[in-house]
């Protein structure tokens, strides 16, 4: 059974820096494409960055590039997220995700696995 454990949100002033990690096991964490998505309230999931972890491609929404910067560990099963220069649009609930065929992309159609959540707040 595939499980991840997310850490890493909080509360943060704008212009500000977090990092969200997610540890993953019970599935080849190195043969998966992972994601980052989130929700923010009253608004749609959507797509944040993903990377295809066997060739190590990074792909990332408009509204992040430059500021975001996913990354991951094959040996110990890890993905990160590194958010800088936050807005308070980026208020929401994060989740870290999986993709079986490798493809993933930003399209949460394509993943199968997903973590619980971490709550990102941004304040002006």
């Known amino acids: 059974e595939a499980h991840f454990v997310e850490v890493g949100g909080g509360l943060v002033q704008a212009g500000g820096s977090l990092r969200l990690s997610c540890a993953a096991s019970?599935?080849?964490?190195?043969?998966?494409?992972i994601g980052w998505f989130r929700r923010a309230p009253g608004k749609e999931r959507e797509g944040v960055a993903c990377?295809?972890?066997?060739?190590?491609?990074?792909y990332y929404a408009d509204s992040v590039k430059g500021r975001f910067t996913i990354s991951s560990d094959n040996a110990k099963k890890t993905m990160t997220l590194q958010m800088n220069s936050l807005k308070p649009d980026d208020t929401a609930v994060y989740f870290c995700?999986?993709?079986?065929?490798?493809?993933?992309?930003?399209?949460?159609?394509?993943?199968?696995?997903w973590g619980q959540g971490t709550q990102v707040t941004v304040s002006s």
């Open positions: 990377i295809r972890s066997s060739i190590g491609s990074a």
């Open positions: 995700a999986a993709d079986s065929s490798g493809w993933g992309m930003l399209d949460a159609i394509n993943y199968d696995y």
């Open positions: 019970g599935f080849t964490f190195d043969e998966y494409a």
